[in-house]
DNA sequence: GTTATGGTTCCAGTATCCTCGAACCATGAG
DNA sequence: CTCATGGTTCGAGGATACTGGAACCATAAC
């Protein structure tokens, strides 16, 4: 029940870059990525494995990283795991379009 | 009036890659290029100098080849000069909306 | 408490990219 | 032809990113 888990810090809506957003979709691994997320809804990090093999952790960590400093996802703890979703509405609100031209 | 200038090669519009488009528009020169080229369209390479302040050609040149070889830009030579032309409808078939929401 | 698990962090190695000067190239002007 | 110019290419240095193993951390289960 104690909170130790590191709450993660996100940026908000009105810092988000577009160049920094650009880039953390430019990588397959994290376009599917966030392709997977939009249409399948939040889902914990072990479940984002690339299709076209699985990597490990450490790297699948850093490409989550990656995204969640560019302000493309959120991840939050939840329990033992963590729950990775989409900053939709945050995306959609800064950048209009954008989202849905990528997906 | 001999046609030695080279011709670049441009990739086709069904082989652009979605990531390798939103990799050439991460960079903030590149963007700003390229959203110049949207404005006011065609620009020799000397034109597109960024507002920040001058970089050397031949970094500005590396930019303009980034950019054309993701399919971005066009680069034809136009007498002792070269014009740049942003692929604005091979984009739009391939991948609708995206420019849009960039600029 | 002990253990197993999902996930992050640290670190090093490799690869890729950005920058920029110098050399080069083709064209148009004189 | 000679020269100036717009632009590319080559090469090297520095910065940044990707990858992955190992150590670590907090939580949940036992």
Redesign the interface.
């Known amino acids: 029940m104690s909170a130790k888990t590191r709450e993660f810090t996100h940026p908000e809506t009105a810092r988000l870059e ?3 957003v ?2 953390a ?4 691994i994290r ?1 599917e990525l966030v392709r997977r997320l939009a249409a399948d809804g939040p889902l914990e990090v072990a479940e984002c494995q690339p299709r076209s093999g699985p990597i490990p952790k450490s790297t699948l960590s850093h490409h989550v990283k990656t995204l969640r400093e560019a302000g493309v996802i959120r991840n939050e703890p939840q329990g033992r795991r963590r729950s990775l979703s989409l900053r939709r509405e945050d995306l959609e609100s800064r ?4 989202l ?3 997906l």
Chains 1, 2 share one sequence.
């Open positions: 577009m160049t920094d650009l880039f979709l430019s990588d397959p376009l950048f209009p379009g954008l849905d031209a990528v």
